[in-house]
């Protein structure tokens, strides 16, 4: 039994570090967030005519089409006033990529926090607690460590990072798009900059809160633990 906590843990501490950077995303996946990058300081105006409240309207549709169970005539059928496609096939096909990117990622992040719930339930009742909080502290400087890099590689070149990830999980270049595509109308590199950055602050927050809590609990449950 030693030996399978001891498994259960290391892959415990991965786990959560990936819980607390997909809550991050799932967290930024919402039309708040859509309303507070368009009306930051600074947010670079639409060179071919879209208004604040056109991007919030058609970022929102967006976004509504990665969290549903829509095909993708959702997007493919919307139109301008002119009646021209708001998105072309290159754009279609990339948003459809990327609905399934975010699918699996929402599948992953429920299974982690089930597996980091149901390992804590286990712990509680196998009098291993102590263990469990003490890596759930370590698993919030990971998530600092993991946080730090990206933030870093934010601040030196994100052009580079975005590209990187774009090949890391995208196949092909159905990610480039011309100026003038609706994508890059909605979201240019400073949606995406910015979004990288506020990911990378919530997460440190919840490392930290991770450090803070799980390190006062651990003291708490080895306090509470029976000697022999």
Known sequence: MKTIRSLVLSILLPAVVLFVMMTSIRLLMNPLFLTIEYNLPGFPPDAFGF???????????????LLNDADI???????????????NERELRHMLDVKILVQQMIRAWIILGMFIFLTGVWAWRGNWLADYWLTLSRAGWGVLIVI??????????????FTGFHLIFFEGDTWLFYYSDTLI???PLRFWQDAFIIMGILSALGGVALIWLGKRWYQKAAGSRPRN
């Open 51 to 65: 208004t604040k409240d056109d991007r919030l309207h058609w970022a929102n549709l967006s976004l509504k089409y």
């Open 73 to 87: 005539s959702f997007l493919g059928d919307l139109k301008f006033e002119n009646g021209s496609a708001v998105f």
């Open 148 to 161: 730090g890099l990206i933030l870093v590689g934010v601040m030196i070149g994100f052009s580079a990072l």
């Open 185 to 187: 109308r909605l979201f």
